[in-house]
Structures are given as structure tokens and as C-alpha cells.
T-cell receptor, first 118, second 120 residues
């Protein structure tokens, strides 16, 4: 079974600064998907960024980028020019490419609560 | 805009009563929906996978008779918490998974806004 670990329960960043959230995972599969989801105080889960394991290039979405290190099984999220609206709980998630059975589900990390300081 | 809706957004009920939560796919025929439970400041825990036209698949430790799931149509899945007790108070989230076969890598999963259940 796959596991996802987020070792930082809480992080804070000054507005306009850069912050990096850590995520490691364990899997025996060679191809899979990785995601970062954001859950603001409204509790609505929002997809921030996604990475396919077969792609060597790190995904980027505006101010959000990842550092995907497949050999190290590491998938960190970098938020540049942090804004007050970035304050949220961030979850790292893993999904197998197998499309049947329990592999169809997302496996979530425990989350990192990000505070943005004005 | 929202692609998954949940109703109600919050509900308070007395201990021993049953509560039904609806999850609707607004613009997609979802053959698979997931139901999660989330306690404050914790991660999402998968309760069950809802399959249209067949029985739901429950995760280990989730009581099938207590958390009844029905997925009678491609756009609606329901979770009924039967004989609710205070320990069932939680935030319940549904999610649908889309499988775009032409671009299979983009198996997007969309989440509903959640339902906060408080059992007195």
C-alpha cells in the first residue's frame, strides 16, 4: 500500500515571500500521479497542481511549482510571492495509474496548515 | 464553477435519528463517487467508494449498516448516517472521479463543498 507523509503540521510565511511544503511518499509502482490540494477555511478542496510520475519536468501553475524527485520519492510544493489568500491546509496526495479497485482512490497526507503573515 | 454539489451544507440532528446527505454531479455522469470523513485539523479519510448501479465498497472499519450509500443514478449519490450518535459528528465530503479516456493521465477528481454534521 502507498503512504504519503507530510512532516510539517504547520508552516508560516510572510506575505510576498516564498515557502516550500514538503511531501514524501512510498510506493513500489513506477508510474503514478501526485497532487497538491488546498483546503481553505471554507473546507472546499481545490486542486493546486498535479504531476505525472513519468514526466521529468516539474509542474508549474503560476505562483505554484513542485520539486519532484522520483528517486527520493519526494514531492514538495513551492509557493512564490505568497498572498493572504494562500492561507489554507495543504494536502499532498498520491494516486496509482491502475484504474480498478482500491487503486482508484487518492491517498492523502496528513496536511500542512499554512499561515500567511501580513 | 462548481461541478459537485452537496446538500445540506450543514445539519444538526438529535441522537438516534438518521441523516441523508446528497452528492450531485452537476455536469458529468460520474460512475464513481467517493465519500470521505474529515475531523477537525485532520486529513480526509476515505469511507467508501460508490459505484453507480452496484453496491458500494467500504473501507475497513467503516460500518456498512451505519453509513448507507446509494448511487442510483449517474449524477446522484447519497450517504445516510443511520441512528446517528455524537461520535458521528464530522465533516463529510463527496468526490467524483472523471476518466477522460482520450487523455488518460488526467483522471481529475472533483470535490463537493462538504456537509458538516452535528449530532446532539
Amino acid at each position: 500500500a502507498q503512504t504519503v507523509t507530510q512532516s510539517q503540521p504547520e508552516m508560516s510565511v510572510q506575505e510576498a515571500e516564498t515557502v516550500t511544503l514538503s511531501c514524501t511518499y512510498d510506493t513500489s509502482e513506477s508510474d503514478y500521479y501526485l497532487f497538491w490540494y488546498k483546503q481553505p477555511p471554507s473546507r472546499q478542496m481545490i486542486l493546486v497542481i498535479r504531476q505525472e510520475a513519468y514526466k521529468q519536468q516539474n509542474a508549474t501553475e503560476n505562483r505554484f511549482s513542485v520539486n519532484f524527485q522520483k528517486a527520493a520519492k519526494s514531492f514538495s510544493l513551492k509557493i512564490s510571492d505568497s498572498q493572504l489568500g494562500d492561507a489554507a491546509m495543504y494536502f499532498c496526495a498520491y494516486r496509482s495509474t491502475v484504474s480498478s479497485g482500491s487503486a482508484r482512490q487518492l491517498t492523502f497526507g496528513s496536511g500542512t496548515q499554512l499561515t500567511v503573515l501580513p | 464553477g462548481a461541478v459537485v454539489s452537496q446538500h445540506p451544507s450543514w445539519v444538526i440532528c438529535k441522537s438516534g435519528t438518521s441523516v441523508k446527505i446528497e452528492c450531485r454531479s452537476l455536469d458529468f455522469q460520474a460512475t464513481t463517487m467517493f465519500w470521505y470523513r474529515q475531523f477537525p485539523k485532520q486529513s480526509l479519510m476515505l469511507m467508501a467508494t460508490s459505484n453507480e448501479g452496484s453496491k458500494a465498497t467500504y473501507e475497513q472499519g467503516v460500518e456498512k449498516d451505519k453509513f448507507l450509500i446509494n448511487h442510483a443514478s449517474l449524477t446522484l449519490s447519497t450517504l445516510t448516517v443511520t441512528s446517528a450518535h455524537p461520535e458521528d459528528s464530522s465533516f463529510y465530503i463527496c468526490s467524483e472521479r472523471r476518466e477522460e479516456w482520450d487523455v488518460i493521465s488526467y483522471n481529475e477528481q472533483f470535490f463537493g463543498p462538504g456537509t458538516r454534521l452535528t449530532v446532539l
